[in-house]
């Protein structure tokens, strides 16, 4: 019964991501500045996390790094991210602990991006009611987290505003 549920949630996850921009997230040419996309997978007890953003909302340039500034300012951006605790902080209750994020800066002709992968693990899931966020705060420039929260019990799609610092996660399991 597991092994079924999961087959169909990769082809429900998959099918949605292709009508969805998240099938392209190479093609940062179709991105839009002040939106970054948070996909989040909960499975069991493990949360994954996917995140694109445009390197604009990041580090204000959309190049390859020209000078020591622009290469420092990625790095430093990096570094902020990769203290993924504090861009994005769940339930205390859930007791959750985040892995090593992984990391890569993208550029693709005029444009570029940060995308961003790690996975949180949690000792009790079903105590993960919210998800706080401090990425506005820290990167300003960002508007918006068009966030899609898949779980085995529902799908959905919230549209994160800079001025709200917590979402609350839909029920995830049944
Ligand atoms: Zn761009």
């Known amino acids: 019964m597991r092994k079924t549920l999961y087959i169909i949630f990769t082809i429900i996850i998959f099918g ?9 997230k190479r093609q940062l ?3 839009e500045h002040g939106v970054s996309k948070l996909q989040i ?8 996390y996917e995140l694109e953003a445009p390197a604009n909302d990041i580090v204000g340039f959309e190049n390859s790094p020209k000078n020591e500034q622009q290469k420092e300012s990625i790095n430093k951006a990096i570094n902020l991210f990769k203290n993924t605790d504090g861009l994005f902080t769940t339930s205390s209750k859930a007791n959750c ?52 929260i898949i779980s085995e019990k529902s799908q959905s799609a919230i549209e994160w505003e ?8 839909p029920k995830i399991h049944n």
């Not at 997978?41 to 994954?48: F, S």
């Not at 800079?162 to 996660?169: A, E, H, P």
Request: glycine share 2%.
């Open 16 to 24: 949605y991501s292709s009508s969805q921009s998240f099938a392209e």
């Open 29 to 31: 040419e179709s991105h």
């Open 41 to 48: 997978v909960i499975e069991k007890n493990i949360i994954q």
């Open 97 to 148: 602990r985040s892995s090593k994020i992984d990391i890569e800066f993208e550029v693709e002709g005029t444009h570029a991006g940060f995308h961003a992968k790690w996975n949180s693990k949690c000792k009790k899931i079903s105590e993960l009611k919210e998800l706080t966020t401090m990425f506005f705060q820290i990167f300003p420039k960002a508007e918006e987290l068009e966030v899609q």
């Open 162 to 169: 800079s001025d709200t610092k917590t979402i609350k996660i």
